[in-house]
């Protein structure tokens, strides 16, 4: 995969996540942020509780310690996975470059080939990616959600610490696909 040097940064991003494989759908809240040293996608329940932090950094994929659950997918799956909608078309074909995989693009889609035959494909918008793992037959969703309408920035006079409450219940304008 591309260096995580070679993405830009975001701070934490509210996101809700839809995984599906052989007919079982779980939907779980995620907070991913990353800069160049580390991307850390936290999944957390729809009541609040944390049950997973995927990490990668320098030192490969990893699961956090401190899980609540044991995935059916290992953090290397996760991450890959998550890199193919992440990175810029141009990252992923110079990490491509002289293996066993290949990347085709045309406008919002990607396609992903492990020598020679499909893997993945993706279906990405600035809201929703769609991330359908052909050989896993898993299909995850991932959407952007927004700010509540009402939502402010709280700083407190004292504090360079500033929040923004987010509406969990509200996708944005371009909710991901039905499935």
């Known amino acids: 995969m591309p260096a995580l040097h070679t993405l830009a940064p975001i701070s934490a991003q509210t996101q809700r996540l839809t995984f599906e494989h052989q007919g079982e759908r779980r ?3 995620g907070v991913l942020r990353h800069d160049h040293q580390q991307l850390q ?9 944390r049950l997973l932090t995927l ?6 994929a990893r699961f956090a310690p401190g899980a609540a659950f044991e995935p059916p997918f290992s953090a290397d799956w ?9 990175w810029p078309e141009a990252r992923l ?15 919002h889609e990607r396609r992903i080939y492990h020598q020679g035959r ?14 359908h793992d052909i050989e896993a037959d ?15 920035e709280n700083k407190s006079p004292n504090s360079s610490v500033s929040t923004t409450t987010t509406n969990h219940n509200a996708v944005t304008d371009s909710p991901c696909p039905s499935t």
């Open 118 to 131: 499909l893997a993945v494909r993706l279906e990405m918008t600035p809201t929703c990616h769609v991330i």
């Open 93 to 107: 074909r110079e990490a491509f470059a002289g293996s066993d995989w290949s990347l085709e693009q045309r406008d």
């Open 78 to 86: 996760l991450a890959s996975r998550l890199s193919f909608s992440l």
């Open 55 to 60: 990490v990668q950094d320098d030192e490969g």
């Open 27 to 29: 939907v779980l809240l």
């Open 138 to 152: 898993y299909r995850l969703s991932v959407a952007t959600l927004a700010p509540s309408p009402d939502a402010r």
């Open 41 to 49: 996608l936290a999944l957390i329940s729809p009541q609040g509780q």
